[in-house]
């Protein structure tokens, strides 16, 4: 489990995060996009316990024990967006490295990595350079680092960073993974893609705070209920303007010949009240729909407006 409730974060005397308010229970992912600059690095150093930050309290773990500045107890593993360099050791050896500053060594060390590195699609891998690693390959290990000493909070930083399209399904693969573990997952991306295939409660961050959240599919439906009905008119355009012009719900009109654009700020049952007025008021329609978002165009203009 994690909690961040009401922490602040300035930064160059300006607030990068302002009472900010989260939860992951145990068994969920939860997925945090923002553009570039929007803090999710410094959230996830913050509940890594790697950085101090401002105000509210950060709990993790089961019973519920408080994180700060000073470390997070064991509690939290923190896979960063960069993977450092380690050019001189293998797989074992990076294992055993942390192992030991984690105080796990000799048979117990030995054992962890016999259970680990298979569960991991590693099996075999031991004395593989690290730095011979394909990227999902290091993404992986890092997984496996943490593991070593079973935290109850995973903090992934831009996880899917620099991984091919068709590597992401493993990535996704040990994601659940870890969540059939009942570990709580934060796992932090800069657009809605990476995030696509991970089942993961979606929550934008914005202006310091979560501004929407949701799955997937309800995220797509806040942001789209922000576009414009358009209408393609064979007859009576006028008297489509007329209907349009007395709806609370229609915020501007724009004509194009036959072409009506509408800005709408309804729900399904006022679009479709809408279009049995039009009919009613003999408008001919050729079609009349709610304009879709390409979701990460539109992820990208809200981020951009604010």
């Given at each position: 489990m994690l909690k961040i409730h009401q922490v602040s974060k300035i930064y160059q005397r300006k607030y990068l995060l302002e009472d900010l308010n989260l939860e992951v229970a145990n068994g969920e992912i939860f997925g945090v996009i923002g553009a570039h600059g929007a803090g999710?690095?410094?959230?996830c150093r913050m509940v890594?316990?790697?950085i101090p930050f401002e105000g509210g309290e950060i709990l993790a773990?089961?019973?519920e024990m408080r994180i700060d500045g000073e470390g997070a107890a064991g509690l939290v593993g923190y896979v960063p967006a960069e993977f450092g360099r380690y050019r001189d050791m293998t797989v074992a050896e990076y294992?055993?490295?942390?192992?030991?500053?984690?105080?796990?060594?000799g048979y117990r060390i030995d054992r962890r990595m016999q259970e680990l590195l298979p569960a991991y699609r590693m099996d075999g891998m031991e004395v593989v350079p690290v730095a011979e690693l394909a990227p999902h390959e290091k993404k992986q290990l890092a997984l496996v680092r943490c593991m070593l000493r079973e935290p109850d909070v995973l903090v992934l930083d831009d996880f899917y960073h620099g991984i091919d399209a068709?590597?992401?399904?493993?990535?996704?693969?040990?994601?659940?993974?870890l969540q059939d573990t009942g570990k709580a997952i934060l796992v932090t991306s800069a657009g809605f893609s990476p995030l696509a295939g991970s089942g993961a409660f979606l929550g934008i961050l914005q202006n310091g705070a979560i501004a929407v959240q949701g799955s997937l599919e309800e995220i797509s439906e806040q942001i789209n209920q922000t576009n414009p009905l358009e209408l393609l008119v064979a007859e009576?355009?006028?008297g489509a303007v007329e209907v349009l012009?007395?709806?609370?719900?229609?915020t501007r009109i724009s004509i194009d010949g036959g072409r009506i654009l509408a800005g709408f700020r309804g729900t399904q049952e006022d679009q479709?009240?809408?279009l049995r007025r039009l009919v009613e008021n003999d408008v001919e329609l050729i079609s009349f729909q709610r304009r879709k978002s390409d979701l990460e165009t539109a992820f990208w203009k809200m981020t951009e407006e604010n």
């Open positions: 999710k690095t410094t959230l890594a316990g790697l773990g089961s019973p294992l055993e490295y942390y192992g030991g500053l984690y105080g796990i060594s068709g590597k992401r399904p493993v990535l996704d693969e040990l994601l659940h993974l009576n355009c006028v012009k007395q709806e609370e719900t229609v479709t009240r809408i």
